[in-house]
């Protein structure tokens, strides 16, 4: 697989096969993705791999408790622009109608945000954490890191699904895990493992920006 399929490959599953996944094959990965670029070569990104009974406890402790409130960190904001508010809302519509889910039905689509916890059956489950006082740019920097594990993924068969819900568990997973709330601010989980192509939900189209109105070519 070269670059190109890798990242056409990739899409967020939602709907794993309960099938075990090699962690010799996800050290490989992370062991490769210590290369992704970061300012300053700062390499902020921190990570707890879960799998077997430790990741069934932590999914069980984030089941037995309620979402914090705050979360670890606002990640809707831009929702206040009706640009982005409406990105979200296309979202909602295709992920959900892919499974005949219907916009007014906020129990069942309630029920389905919550697969979160479980990431969607993924047996591996990646926590990303780093320290509280990295800035914007250790942040995108941590992005570039997630991505390149999530192709390096791609080109060992597994699919993968960011979950920055788990903001919503942050202390709870925290506490699991043996991080420090006080020290670290978790980001997101990634979900990992062989994703169910016959599901409906890993097949919806996904809508993108023309490159036109993403990119300008000055010369
Ligand atoms: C940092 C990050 C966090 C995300 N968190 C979630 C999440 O919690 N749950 C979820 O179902 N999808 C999550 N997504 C997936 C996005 O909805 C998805 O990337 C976007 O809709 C584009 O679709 P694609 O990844 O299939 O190309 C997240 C994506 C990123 C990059």
Redesign the pocket.
């Known amino acids: 697989m070269n670059v190109t399929e890798a990242v056409a490959a990739r899409?967020?599953t939602?709907a794993f096969l309960d099938k075990p996944v090699d962690l010799a094959v996800i050290r490989r990965i992370l062991d490769k993705a210590r290369f992704a670029p970061s300012g300053c070569n700062f390499q902020p990104w921190r990570g707890t791999v879960l799998s077997g009974a430790k990741l069934r406890e932590v999914q069980d402790a984030m089941s037995a408790s309620q979402p914090q409130d705050p979360a670890e960190y606002s990640w809707s904001d831009p929702e206040q622009s009706p640009e982005h508010l409406g990105r979200l809302k296309e979202?909602g519509g295709l992920l959900y109608g892919s499974m005949g889910i219907e916009r007014g039905d906020k129990d069942l689509r309630e029920e389905f945000a919550r697969q979160?916890i479980r990431s969607f059956g993924a047996p591996v489950v990646l926590m990303v954490h780093f320290e509280r006082f990295m800035g914007p740019p250790q942040w995108s920097d941590v992005g570039m890191w997630l991505q390149t594990i999530m192709l390096l993924c791609q080109e060992e068969g597994f699919d993968t699904?960011?979950?920055?819900?788990m903001a919503m568990y942050a202390r709870v997973i925290k506490e699991q895990i043996g991080v420090s709330d006080e020290e670290q601010i978790l980001f997101?989980g990634i979900a990992i493992g062989y994703g169910d192509h016959s599901a409906s939900v890993n097949h919806f189209e996904?809508p993108r920006i023309a490159l036109d109105d993403q990119v300008r070519f000055l010369s």
């Open positions: 899409r967020s939602r979202l979160n699904c960011p979950q920055e819900w997101c996904r």
